[in-house]
């Protein structure tokens, strides 16, 4: 966000695409994986997301198209490597949870929070079960390491 001073402030308010992988090939056109279209279709009848509720619904159309669509791997790779980055960033308005690579260097220290360690395991759990992600994660080294490092956090004690 600019602000009319030209001063540039970045924020992060959780929306209805922030728990999914999307490829945006233009805009107002976003791809997704099938199974998180229920989510985008709720919202679009009801108005209901995770940082807003519109008592009425909005002055909006949308149009699904319900097709298959070739992706390239990259494209992919880099939607699943930006939901990975939403939802484990780390902002002063807000506090998500830790990087799994940081939780597992605490535990190693015997420093880590368990209620932060299954928080962190549970969003994790999110992406390492979608279709995308157990497609492509092993041609892509940050999320083989990415899936090392949840099995290794989610092993702890």
Same mark, same amino acid.
């Given at each position: ?10 924020? *992060? +308010? ?5 728990? *999914?992988?999307?490829? +945006? ?5 976003? $791809? $997704?994986?099938?199974?998180? *279209? ?16 519109? +008592? ?5 159309? %949308? ?15 880099? %939607? ?5 980055? +939403?939802?484990?960033?780390? &902002?002063?308005?807000?506090?998500? &949870? ?8 605490? %535990? ?9 360690? %299954?928080?962190? $395991?549970?969003?994790?759990?999110? $992406? ?17 390491? *990415? ?11």
């Amino acid at each position: 966000m600019t602000k009319s001073n030209g001063k540039t402030y970045h924020y *992060f +308010r959780k929306g209805i695409l922030s728990d *999914f992988p999307y490829i +945006r090939p233009g805009k107002n056109c976003v $791809i $997704i994986p099938p199974k998180s *279209f229920n989510s985008l279709d709720v919202f679009f009848k009801t108005g209901k997301n995770p940082s807003h509720y519109w +008592r009425a619904k909005g002055d909006w159309k %949308a149009v699904f198209y319900m097709d298959e669509k070739n992706l390239e791997e990259t494209q992919i790779i880099s %939607a699943i490597k930006d939901q990975i980055s +939403r939802t484990f960033q780390h &902002t002063a308005d807000y506090k998500s &949870t830790e990087d799994l690579a940081t939780l597992i260097e605490k %535990a190693s220290k015997g420093s880590h929070s368990k209620e932060i360690a %299954a928080a962190a $395991i549970s969003e994790a759990e999110k $992406i390492v079960s979608s279709p995308w992600f157990k497609d492509s994660y092993a041609n892509d080294n940050e999320l083989k390491k *990415f899936f090392s490092d949840y099995k290794t956090l989610k092993g702890l004690p």
